[in-house]
């Protein structure tokens, strides 16, 4: 983390998980554990359907609610998808994009991805930019290559003012709901390399100001190291994001003076 530059967001990625009831449930048990968080910014990405409510629910409270995907036109004929406005509309802040369990089983391209960033930004809604390796790639030694590849498609043709408001995560995919973290020096090393790739395209103040999350099984008792690394501005939570005390530890891991 460093605070000097950039905010730290924690952020619960449920997936498909909650129902609208267990949404409510978990909203009334989080609100009285989390008090108010000084030093970091908490993000809650639930469903679509759950989103009205979760809004409605954490209207008065510091926790800022995120769709997990958009579709990148703003309106027509897409059966089934969401556009950017309307989730802009129902007071949605943050939207996740090119999540890999996406990019495995819908076909999210780097392409596609890119297109979606410039429609939540050009909403209003701020992008939390999935990237990643396989297990595969990383044995291939081509990690680094392919984060570059993935920040640089999905940053084409977004102009550095709208950088302020732009978020990434490296989740690699290997450490996803597997129970196997990456080292915090992994971590380190490739959330460092997002910022560079950032840097090269934009300068650094605007690299510096970026937020970089890392994602991939973290949980209470891994957060306090992967958050001391100085490039790793907080976390994409999923498992450990379902049960209200364990995402408040993680977000107190994240808050300490
Ligand atoms: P887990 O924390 O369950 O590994 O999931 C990480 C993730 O994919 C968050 O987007």
């Not at 004929?77 to 969401?82: D, N």
């Not at 939207?95 to 429609?119: C, L, M, P």
Request: with cysteine.
């Amino acid at each position: 983390m460093n605070r000097r530059y950039r905010k730290t967001i924690i952020a619960g990625n449920w997936k498909m998980n909650k129902t609208l009831s267990e949404t409510r449930a978990f909203a009334e048990e989080l609100k009285p554990l989390l008090g108010r968080p000084k030093w970091c910014e908490v993000v809650l990405c639930a469903p679509f359907v759950n989103l009205q409510a979760a809004t409605r629910l954490f209207k008065d409270s510091r926790v800022s609610i995120a769709a997990e995907n958009c579709h990148y036109e703003s309106s027509g004929a897409y059966t089934g998808e969401v556009s950017a406005e309307m989730l802009k509309e129902l007071g949605v802040k943050y939207v996740i994009i090119g999540h890999s369990e996406r990019r495995q089983y819908y076909n999210e391209t780097d392409f596609t991805v890119n297109k979606k960033v410039k429609a939540a930004l050009e909403a209003g809604l701020r992008p939390i930019i999935c990237v990643g390796e396989s297990l595969e790639q990383r044995e291939l030694g081509v990690t680094l290559e392919l984060i570059s590849y993935q920040v640089k498609c999905a940053l084409a043709g977004v102009p550095a003012e709208k950088m302020r408001h732009v978020v990434f995560a490296y989740e690699p995919i290997w450490a996803i709901g597997t129970g196997k973290t990456a080292t915090s020096a992994e971590a380190q090393e490739v959330c460092e390399h997002i910022r560079t790739i950032i840097r090269k395209l934009y300068g650094a103040r605007v690299a510096r100001s970026v937020t970089v999350q890392y994602g991939g099984s973290m949980n209470p008792k891994n957060a306090q190291e992967l958050l001391a690394q100085p490039d790793i501005d907080g976390g994409l939570i999923g498992g450990a994001s379902l049960k209200a005390d364990q995402f408040v530890e993680i977000v107190n891991a994240a808050n300490q003076d």
